[in-house]
């Protein structure tokens, strides 16, 4: 009506996605070689050597793995960048290895969400290839390091990461109701992984009357239950009941040492002391698969979900790889595995590998 036209160019590229790989590991942890001889090593973060050998020995029990070619590293070797869309249409498989702050780490730059009323004419907007993968059929598994903006925060922008923080209302940061911006809900957090609230063990925290005083003297995690009550996390056979800290972790001295602290470096998801408080309910594809136990059953968020199985996409059989792949779910933990008891992750990783149909024996 005004007379005017608009020219608009759309740029359209095309990624074949030929899953004909395994698993590769994308190691998007930031540590350094540590000396571990020394009595200043206090486990509070994992050695280079001894974090490769645990996650390269973990892709090792797979299907054709090759250390050379399956192996990611996103800090020596390729100056923080994350993995090209076109490297990861190759696999069928990935574990995602991040780390917790933003200059840290690639996997904020993949999933990191921009909310439909801050997009404007100079926002640079990236493609969430991860979330591509998994409607593929492709299969996750992402942990890491998951305090301050770790893990599934990082979908938030920096200035609104105050937890508890709902994804679908408080996209934008934290408010009262839910009107505005509701576009959080297309987030990957939410729309792939069926998490509606974020929290911490260790974070900035919301202020205000009726909230609870957070202490980390009482937050921390001592260990995580298999949640046997959800029929989905119940299906699985072979997973330990109980997923507790590596012995040399909880050592006397440790930073990680229960009777000072317990870990803090947890993420957690739909927690009820919030979820009663603002009146929400879990989406129905939200599947806890362990509950953390943490140092005082005071504690607001004791039992509260830390890992998951993620179901959106279980169904999907990505039938046109070479061979096929399983139809299977994803998982994702709200902490680091290396710094679990061994025995336990090594039996939890069997568990996924077989699910997945990549184990090299069972």
Partial sequence: NSGTVTLGQIEINIVPFTMDRNLLWVDDYFTTEL???SGDYDYSTPSLSGYRKFWIGQG????????SRDVYDVHDANNRRAPEISLIGRYRNI????????DEMAWDDIVAFTPESQINAG???TVNYLS???AKGGHLLTEGRSDRGGGLASVLLASTQIFPLGLKCEITGPKEGCEGDTSGVNSMAYKDYCVSVIDKVSGPFRRGTNMPIRKESQDGMLYARLNGGD???ASFTGLP????LAPNVVKPGRFFDPRVRGFLFVEIYDPQYWMSKVLLKSQKCFHPLYRMRTRSTASPVDNTPVALVLTKYQDIDADEAPGG?????SFHFGFELWFFNPVAVNAIMNVIFDRWGIRASS
């Fill in 241 to 244: 009941d109980s997923l507790g």
């Fill in 132 to 134: 591509i993968f998994l």
């Fill in 231 to 233: 029929p989905i996390a």
């Fill in 35 to 37: 000396d571990t001889l």
């Fill in 325 to 329: 792949t399983v139809a299977a779910p």
């Fill in 95 to 102: 574990i995602w290895s991040y780390s917790s702050a933003p």
């Fill in 60 to 67: 090792k029990k797979t299907i054709g793995f090759d250390q």
């Fill in 123 to 125: 926002s640079k907007l």
